[in-house]
């Protein structure tokens, strides 16, 4: 059973790698900055990639409308659609909320600052392996409160330690 402040806190602790970034970069000055500025730089040759990743969900939620369709007969509301921790917000405000806390709240601590600063002390392979172990510490705690971490099966748990280092990288 969830606790029940969890979904709260998990928004908030999503912020964490993010205020943790800026605080190196209040610490350590010109140096922070210019790590947390290179880590988050904006890439030339990236509008494809950036195309693909905005395409491919909606092609993929195309496709699962259309799968609806035909197997179910009835098209899905997305409006109406609910996420499992967060069932008070719309499926539209939880995707905006996941853009701005779990996306940029993490992004930014854990591949704009942490993952800048250890390649410039060891490869980028090394970095990256520790960058995901940091991650994965830091999503422990919600395996303590969260049904929807808890209800994991072990394949599971392995697959999204995969899928951590893969992001990382």
């Known amino acids: 059973m969830a606790w029940p402040a969890s979904a709260a806190l998990h928004v908030i602790g999503t912020l964490g790698p993010a205020l943790g970034a800026i605080v190196c970069w209040l610490r350590h000055g010109d140096r922070g900055l210019a790590t947390?500025?290179?880590?988050?730089?904006?890439r030339p040759g990236l509008w494809p990639w950036l195309?693909?990743?905005?395409?491919?969900?909606?092609?993929?939620?195309?496709l699962g409308i259309g799968y609806a369709r035909v197997v179910?007969?009835?098209?899905?509301?997305?409006?109406?659609?609910?996420?499992a921790e967060f069932p008070w917000l719309s499926l539209p405000v939880y995707a905006a909320m996941s853009i701005v806390f779990f996306g940029f709240g993490e992004e930014i601590g854990w591949r704009g600052w942490l993952l800048p600063h250890l390649q410039a002390r060891g490869s980028a392979a090394w970095a990256t392996v520790w960058v995901a172990l940091v991650w994965a510490l830091w999503h422990l705690p919600l395996f303590m409160f969260l049904d929807t971490m808890q209800a994991m099966s072990m394949a599971m748990?392995?697959?999204w330690l995969v899928n951590?280092?893969?992001?990382t990288a």
Do not use: D
Not at 51 to 62: I, K, R, S, T
Not at 164 to 167: E, I, V
């Open 157 to 159: 748990k392995a697959a």
């Open 51 to 62: 195309l693909v990743v905005v395409a491919v969900p909606c092609a993929l939620l195309v």
């Open 36 to 42: 947390l500025r290179r880590g988050c730089a904006w």
């Open 72 to 83: 179910e007969g009835s098209i899905p509301n997305p409006l109406a659609q609910r996420h």
């Open 164 to 167: 951590l280092l893969l992001a």
